[in-house]
């Protein structure tokens, strides 16, 4: 199967040797992805619905330069720095995926690498149409 690699042209994907999606075959894995604009500043200062909703619009990027949407997420990962604002969080997620509802987990992480970042997500995907 080809291994098709997806960049979001961040200068840190090749620094720490990572990419922003990988597809293999039907499937497309999408690394851990937070609230970042085109110049890779953090969207949405102490705001975890916002920097949910930009960090979902990014995964929306991502998949569908893979060939991917929403609709074939089957899982995702949300990591936040307070879990008692889960709920903002999922609020977010939910206008996202009220109707496909991938396996997801939300699990509250001491840090993440940017200070002013409050979520980071991950998703899958399995293309389910040809």
């Known amino acids: 199967?080809?291994?098709?690699?997806?960049?979001?042209?961040t200068p840190w994907e090749s620094r720490v040797g990572y990419s922003r999606a990988v597809r293999i075959g039907d499937r497309v894995i999408v690394s851990g992805t937070t609230a970042t604009d085109d110049a890779g500043e953090v969207v949405g200062d102490d705001d975890p619905y916002t920097?949910?909703?930009v960090a979902l619009s990014n995964i929306e990027d991502a998949l569908e330069e893979a060939g991917a949407t929403f609709e074939d997420v089957v899982r995702t990962r949300v990591y936040v720095t307070d879990i008692g604002r889960w709920e903002e969080v999922g609020?977010?997620?939910?206008e996202h995926f009220a109707e496909v509802r991938p396996a997801t987990s939300m699990l509250e992480v001491r840090a993440l690498i940017d200070p002013a970042m409050l979520v980071e997500i991950e998703a899958e995907a399995i293309i389910s149409r040809p």
């Open 51 to 53: 920097q949910t909703i």
């Open 1 to 9: 199967m080809e291994r098709r690699s997806i960049s979001s042209g």
């Open 91 to 94: 609020r977010a997620h939910g």
